[in-house]
T-cell receptor, first 115, second 113 residues
Framework: GENVEQHPSTLSVQEGDSAVIKCTYS??????FPWYKQELGKRPQLIID?????GEKKDQRIAVTLNKTAKHFSLHITETQPEDSAVYFC??????????????FGKGTHLIIQP | DTEVTQTPKHLVMGMTNKKSLKCEQH?????MYWYKQKAKKPPELMFV???????INESVPSRFSPECPNSSLLNLHLHALQPEDSALYLC????????????FGPGTRLLVL
């Protein structure tokens, strides 16, 4: 099955600096890679996603890059703000073969924005 | 309505109890999912329903029994659970089957005594 590795497990950055979180996946059939932000006691919220036919996607301060050959994808957050503090999960789709795809998640990165 | 809702928010049950978790979406989504999330861990896929039919069952013990009565509702029936089953149970839905955003509900926090 699909295996998703995520690094680092904890990331502390100064407010205003950039943060980068990296993930690798094992199944070359995976074709969809979302990133979720989860605050304590809340549901995971999608912040950005990328599909396998695209190499990069940007939404304001957030960008994601995908390297299909190397099977890795990364999340970039620029000009970090205190409200960016949360746990971030990367995920990769699990092909179901006729049904909907599920998601396999990385172990998460606790992002801490230091004021 | 652009949300996935789940009831109850919290549930405490004994190992001999039978209870059910409920999930609802009115976005016309065709796929629905159950995930289990233990503290400080990522969500883990349990079940996937596509057009009300079970399409993925990630080797989940039979004490968890999913049901999809219609395209808007998803239930998870619980019976003879163990304390290690205590977790946050998240429901999600997506418009389509592949390369689609999954929207999560707030979850049901389950404690098994």
């Amino acid at each position: 099955g699909e295996n998703v590795e995520q690094h680092p497990s904890t990331l502390s950055v100064q407010e205003g600096d950039s943060a980068v979180i990296k993930c690798t996946y094992s199944d070359s059939a995976s074709n969809y890679f979302p990133w979720y932000k989860q605050e304590l006691g809340k549901r995971p919220q999608l912040i950005i996603d990328i599909r396998s036919n695209v190499g990069e996607k940007k939404d304001q301060r957030i960008a994601v890059t995908l390297n299909k050959t190397a099977k890795h994808f990364s999340l970039h957050i620029t000009e970090t703000q205190p409200e960016d503090s949360a746990v971030y999960f990367c995920a990769a789709s699990i092909r179901a073969g006729g049904g909907a795809d599920g998601l396999t998640f990385g172990k998460g990165t606790h992002l801490i924005i230091q004021p | 309505d652009t949300e996935v809702t789940q009831t109850p928010k919290h549930l405490v049950m004994g190992m001999t109890n039978k209870k059910s978790l409920k999930c609802e979406q009115h976005m016309g989504h065709r796929a629905m999912y159950w995930y289990k999330q233990k503290a400080k861990k990522p969500p883990e896929l349990m079940f996937v329903y596509s057009y009300e039919k079970l399409s993925i069952n990630e080797s989940v013990p039979s004490r968890f029994s999913p049901e999809c009565p219609n395209s808007s509702l998803l239930n998870l029936h619980l019976h003879a659970l163990q304390p290690e089953d205590s977790a946050l149970y998240l429901c999600a839905s997506s418009q389509g089957y592949t390369q689609e955003t999954q929207y999560f509900g707030p979850g049901t926090r389950l404690l098994v005594l």
